[in-house]
């Protein structure tokens, strides 16, 4: 379940993060946007032999409540994009991912699977420090 969570988030901030690459105004938001995409990107393919291993499909997209949110996202432009994008997609994504993948390092069954929680975390929990700041720029 670990697994499936964890791709499915990245998936959302990877579409996110390609959205803002394009609508957003704030260079601040472009250069989070670029990291996102790389480093979940990153965490991506870590994550495919895992799954492979333990025989689980993983999402190639995001959920179908996650895609209504990245329409919202695709219909803002300027401030407002930026806006959302840095608390929907910074703020509010990685402090369920922090919390997901917390869970994992105390819960996982597999050790590969906790071992991957376990690294990618501190990961995580620099992107929402990023996120706290990029959301705090772009509230002026």
């Not at 495919?48 to 689980?56: D, M, S």
């Not at 930026?82 to 919390?99: L, M």
Request: glycine letters at 4%; aromatic letters at 4%.
């Amino acid at each position: 379940m670990f697994l499936r969570k964890a791709a499915e988030a990245g998936t959302l901030e990877i579409a996110a993060s390609r959205l803002a690459e394009k609508k957003a105004s704030s260079a601040a938001v472009k250069q989070f946007a670029a990291q996102m995409i790389k480093d979940h990107g990153a965490a991506s393919a870590r994550m495919e032999p895992l799954a492979k291993r333990l025989g689980i499909q993983l999402p190639a997209s995001p959920n179908e409540g996650k895609k209504q949110e990245l329409a919202q996202l695709a219909n803002l432009s300027g401030a407002a994009f930026d806006k959302a994008y840095a608390q929907q997609i910074g703020v509010d994504a990685h402090q369920d991912a922090v919390k997901l993948f917390r869970e994992a390092t105390d819960d996982a069954k597999d050790g590969a699977v906790k071992d991957f929680a376990r690294e990618t975390l501190p990961t995580l929990q620099h992107h929402l420090e990023m996120a706290k700041k990029m959301a705090a720029d772009v509230a002026r």
